[in-house]
């Protein structure tokens, strides 16, 4: 059988770092790790061929070779995913479509000729067979989720791997939380489930055997969401690491709550993590605790990011706005937050009601939702905000604004800088090689080199170890203060203007005059 696994295209986003690429001579932020995993599973005489849109086009020549299109990706991808399935199906090819998007809203592609929802370990036999054409139609997830015991090596070598910032490793999936907002417990479940370090050790062997060093993205929804476990694998790593001249640098994701677990902190920075994505979303603990988001108030927030930052771990956080409690004095606390905050990389969307989580059924349940949401944030809310709608994008759009010029930026990478221990590491060729090409194009020839002298100068002054860190954040500012004030924020504000229009009465109709007067 030749299978043809298709990752669909990202608009720009935050995360996708596309006005960075360049300066970096990559092409992509991420690879498809959900895809390179199904590969794995799929049956062993199936020849392969990826195709990522995020470095090359779907070509029609290549969808011929196929028998089988196998495409999957999250809710912003959707509309990509919906051009490769029917590019395939005008070739004639049968189609399978799997991973979040499918798993969550299974109804909404109805274009494929399987939905393949949910986790494919311990389910080949039903994959194959969605793929050779045997069963069609909705593969509803198993009621039981599958131990990761059972995840198989994913197929690494199918990847061009010069292509990419970053590699990525799954350790675990689910989260013990319950925010409201999350649909991360609804695909997962809020058991953590944890691979043996045996196999996330086999994963490195086989990353660094292809060659790869340098970034590595644990892409955990909550890296510490089993402590126990992870507190197992955290020496192993580290002994790892030690063994090769620590040749990968790693972030993750966990909830704040790391903070207060400064053994866990410890063991994850001599493992060589070096940052953490948290989701702060708001410094209102009315909003926190409404959304069910109860481990962020253990502690506060600005006293959490210290502790990491101080520790070594660099804090990068997703916020929210638009929450039922948020009025315009919540937003301007939500402003000076970030204004004072050591994040350099703030993301902040609208509140989102995903589909299938508790606040989408909440939402249902007072009728004030109003379409499926696209996974955009930063357009108008996909149901009735409590606050007046116009105000709470006026709002957030002055914030976006704020939060990402130039300054704001510098200042929150200085604030991280004061904070953060020395470190350790060596400078890599390539990391001179990055550095060269952000001199020039940053420091020589950019619009913002007052950023990149700024970030330069302090690092140097704190010590020349930051010198690598300081380009890095050139870098990324580059493309965050460009896509927020370029494209984030036009879209807000046109979201603004579309609200405030809707909420205008409607224009009284005209009496018809009858021709008699
Ligand atoms: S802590 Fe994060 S992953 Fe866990 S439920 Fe909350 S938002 Fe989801």
């Known amino acids: 059988m030749r299978v043809l696994l ?15 690429l360049p300066i970096i001579d990559k ?56 051009a490769v399935i029917a590019q395939a199906r005008a070739l004639g090819r049968r189609t399978v479509v799997g991973g979040p998007a499918a798993t969550t809203s299974p109804q909404e592609f109805a274009d494929a000729d399987v939905v393949f929802q949910g986790e494919v370990e311990g389910r080949e036999d039903e994959l194959a067979q969605a793929l050779d054409g045997t069963l069609s139609g909705l593969r509803p997830a198993r009621e039981t989720r599958p131990e990761l015991a059972a995840t198989r090596l994913p197929r690494y070598d199918l990847l061009d791997l010069g292509a990419y910032c970053s590699m990525s490793v799954q350790y675990s999936r689910g989260c013990p939380f319950r925010c409201e907002f999350c649909d991360v417990i609804e695909i997962f479940g809020r058991v953590p489930r944890v691979k043996q370090p045996a196999q996330v050790l086999a994963e490195l062997d086989q990353l660094y055997a292809l ?8 892409v955990d929804d909550n890296f510490i969401g089993n402590r126990r ?52 979303e708001t410094p209102s603990e009315t909003a926190l605790r409404d959304a069910g988001k109860t481990q962020n108030l253990r502690l506060g927030p600005a006293q959490a990011v210290a502790i990491l930052a101080r520790a070594g771990l660099e804090v990068m956080s997703g ?62 809310p996909n149901f009735v905000p409590r606050m007046n709608e116009a105000e709470l994008l006026d709002g957030y759009a002055d914030l976006m604004t704020e939060v990402y010029c130039e300054d704001a930026y510098l200042k929150r990478c ?46 140097v002054q704190k010590s020349p170890a930051f010198i690598s860190w300081a380009i890095e954040k050139a870098i990324q500012g580059e493309h965050l203060i460009r896509y927020t004030l370029e494209d984030v924020v036009p879209r807000i504000r046109a979201a603004a203007v579309e ?19």
């Open 6 to 20: 298709v990752h669909p295209a990202f608009p720009v986003t935050y995360w996708g770092f596309q006005h960075a």
């Open 27 to 82: 092409r992509a932020t991420l690879p498809p790790l959900g895809l390179i995993t199904m590969a794995a599973h799929l049956p062993p005489g199936a020849e392969l061929r990826l195709v990522d849109l995020a470095l090359t086009p779907l070509d029609d020549a290549t969808v011929r070779w196929a028998e089988v299109v196998l495409v999957g990706g999250m809710r912003i991808q959707s509309p990509s995913m919906h």
């Open 211 to 218: 060659g790869w060093r340098g970034t590595l993205f644990l």
């Open 229 to 280: 476990e992870v507190a197992r694998l955290l020496p192993e790593l580290e002994a790892w690491q030690k063994q090769r001249g620590m040749p990968m640098s790693i972030y993750t994701e966990a909830s704040v709550d790391l903070a207060s677990e400064p053994e866990l902190l410890r063991g994850m920075v001599a493992a060589g993590f070096g940052a953490v994505f948290l989701g702060i």
């Open 319 to 380: 916020f929210i706005v638009g929450f039922d409690s948020d009025d315009a004095a919540a937003l301007r606390a939500q402003r000076a937050f970030l204004a004072a905050a050591p994040i350099p990389l703030a993301m902040v969307g609208i509140l989102t009601a995903l589909p299938g989580t508790a606040l989408w059924k909440r939402l249902s349940r007072e009728g004030r939702l109003r379409t499926a949401g696209e996974g955009d944030t930063h357009v108008r």
């Open 414 to 459: 200085l604030a991280h800088l004061a904070l953060a221990p020395v470190p350790q590491g060596r400078v890599r060729a390539g990391g001179l090689r990055i550095g060269a090409r952000a001199l020039w194009r940053l420091g020589v020839r950019g619009r913002r080199r007052r950023l990149f002298f700024g970030l330069l100068a302090a690092s």
């Open 499 to 517: 609200a405030r229009a809707a909420q205008l009465p409607l224009p009284h109709t005209l009496p018809v005059l009858s021709e008699a007067g």
